[in-house]
């Protein structure tokens, strides 16, 4: 399941020329189901990477159950976020007819948080050293760069209209703002 180092690196390769050549670049990439479900070992790479951002940004619980409360609730919500906008893809695409086009965007989705989670991580770093306002501008101007670049994603290989792909992302950011908002009471963060 957990990609090869070869693969990875081909991967994020594919990533930065997806970005300029769009469809084109998706031989970059291991499109067969195999690498399809494989996409999904890039969750297994990020999560040090994820459990840095969260550890930046949570309050100690108090006791040992807190602890267990907080590392479950905040491992559902990784699995959930990992999931879930594939979940409903799926059935969206299996109507409009867009499979071959949801395993491509799937691949490419997944793939694409391998970057973004290393920058929100450089970004949190860096909020240390940034004045408040610059750092909430910087955060937003990643947001808005990552849905941009999603709704390329979509653009390109489910070939659906702007308007289309635009709700997909409001669709994964309405799922992000869900789970986030959860987690949040239920940690009490």
Do not use: H, K
């Not at 930065?16 to 291991?30: H, I, K, N, V």
């Not at 976020?81 to 109507?95: H, T």
């Not at 955060?139 to 390109?156: G, K, M, N, P």
Request: aromatic share 12%; with cysteine.
């Amino acid at each position: 399941m957990i990609p090869s180092l070869g693969e990875t690196l081909l991967a994020l390769a594919g990533l930065w020329r997806f970005a300029r050549e769009g469809a084109p670049a998706l031989r970059w990439f291991d499109r067969s189901m195999a690498g399809f479900w494989r996409s999904f070992g890039a969750a297994v790479l990020v999560l040090p990477l994820q459990a840095a951002v969260i550890y930046s940004q949570m309050q100690a619980p108090a006791d040992g159950a807190g602890w267990f409360r907080l590392i479950a609730v905040e491992a559902s919500a990784y699995v959930i976020q990992w999931v879930a906008l594939p979940l409903v893809l799926f059935e969206i695409a299996s109507r409009l007819d867009r499979l071959p086009g949801y395993i491509d965007f799937v691949i490419l989705y997944n793939w694409t948080n391998v970057p973004w989670l290393a920058i929100s991580l450089l970004v949190l770093l860096l909020g240390n050293l940034l004045p408040d306002g610059l750092m909430q501008a910087l955060t937003l101007v990643l947001y808005v760069t990552v849905l941009s670049f999603e709704w390329f994603i979509a653009r390109q290989t489910l070939c659906l209209s702007g308007l289309a792909c635009a709700g997909l992302v409001a669709l994964d950011f309405a799922i992000m703002i869900v789970v986030q908002s959860t987690v949040l009471a239920l940690t009490g963060g």
